[in-house]
């Protein structure tokens, strides 16, 4: 355990975001599902993107995104992810490191896999509707943690799209080992329905044996939990790990630990303009103040925080790269 600034190292698919305001039609063209991730292969993706331009370009990935965050926060970060030696894989560590975001995962040595990238398809009522070609992203292997893990953990952040990759099961069981050891906390986002529908068994294999804090939405918690029901899901929950945070949009959040169980309202936003990334804004600052010592109420709150700054633009991150990203509505 790091003994002064918190230190939270997160592990996932490393991508980079192109976002594009479209109309309703264009997710109705490509057989997508309104306000889901799609993974695709390296032709589907292309097709997409040929239809809806270039977009603008933002580093991202769902536990990227969440450790980015840090840099707002005051917690240190390190990021475990993959990436090519191409445009894009430099985009993602220069971003990263201009955040003082560590990246110490080696380059896929594979230059025709590519970085992974997702094209993000925003319709006029700030729903966001993601296809995903994973790429380099795909290629990662425990061999790749055995120096990139750094000492000082005190959690280890880990993204459920990772099990769909084919040594995701692997990489995730080596990260949790090595960050045990080192007396790390272990915090997971199920990432979405389809990935828990898709891993479920392994997933729920992994939460009973490793993971000490959950966070998710009330979709991904109650696709594991087996209800739509928020207190029977976040009830669900306690009964296998100690620490619970369930998202449930505008809403706001269920919040549970041995305390209690705890309601938690939404931020005030003046208007929502794109949900991209709003879940891994709230996972950014519940696990910072957690790592900090607050009260899983606490933790809460600035998980909601944290969520209402990325509502109001466009893009899942703040700062630079968010004010670079000013699409019109469809």
Not at 213 to 241: C, F
Request: net charge negative; with cysteine; charged share 20%.
């Amino acid at each position: 355990m790091s003994k002064e600034t918190p230190h939270i190292v997160g592990l996932g698919n490393a991508i980079v975001d192109v976002v594009a305001a479209v109309d309703t039609a264009v997710i109705d063209r490509h057989d997508l599902s309104p306000g889901g991730m799609h993974l695709v292969d390296a032709s589907a993706a292309q097709a997409l993107f040929e239809e809806v331009g270039p977009g603008v370009r933002q580093s991202g990935g769902s536990v990227a995104n969440s450790i980015a965050h840090l840099a707002e926060t005051g917690v240190k970060g390190t990021y475990l992810g993959k990436v090519a030696n191409d445009d894009l894989g430099q985009t993602f560590r220069q971003e990263m490191e201009g955040l003082g975001i560590a990246a110490p995962v080696t380059e896929a040595a594979d230059g025709d896999t590519g970085t992974g990238r997702c094209v993000v398809l925003v319709t006029p009522d700030g729903e966001r509707t993601m296809s995903t070609y994973l790429g380099a992203a795909t290629t990662m292997a425990p061999s790749d943690l055995a120096e990139a893990m750094p000492d000082g953990v005190d959690i280890l952040f880990i993204e459920g799209y990772l099990w769909d990759a084919p040594q995701g099961a692997a990489v995730i069981e080596d990260a949790a080992q090595r960050a045990k050891a080192a007396g790390a906390r272990i915090a997971l986002t199920p990432s979405d329905a389809g990935c828990v529908e898709r891993n479920q068994n392994v997933m729920w294999n992994f939460i009973t044996r490793h993971v000490d804090i959950l966070v998710g939405n009330l979709s991904e918690i109650g696709q594991l939990a087996g209800t739509d029901d928020p207190e029977s899901a976040i009830g669900w929950a306690m009964g296998i790990v100690p620490v619970v945070a369930v998202t449930l949009h505008d809403s706001g959040s269920l919040v549970a630990d041995g305390t209690g169980v705890h309601r938690i309202p939404a931020a005030p936003v003046a208007k929502v303009v794109d949900t991209t990334g709003a879940g891994d804004a709230y996972a950014s600052g519940f696990l910072g103040a957690l790592a900090r010592g607050e009260a899983v109420d606490e933790a809460g709150r600035r998980g909601a925080e944290m969520a209402a700054t990325v509502l109001t633009h466009y893009g899942a991150r703040n700062g630079a790269a968010a004010q670079a990203i000013s699409l019109p509505a469809a």
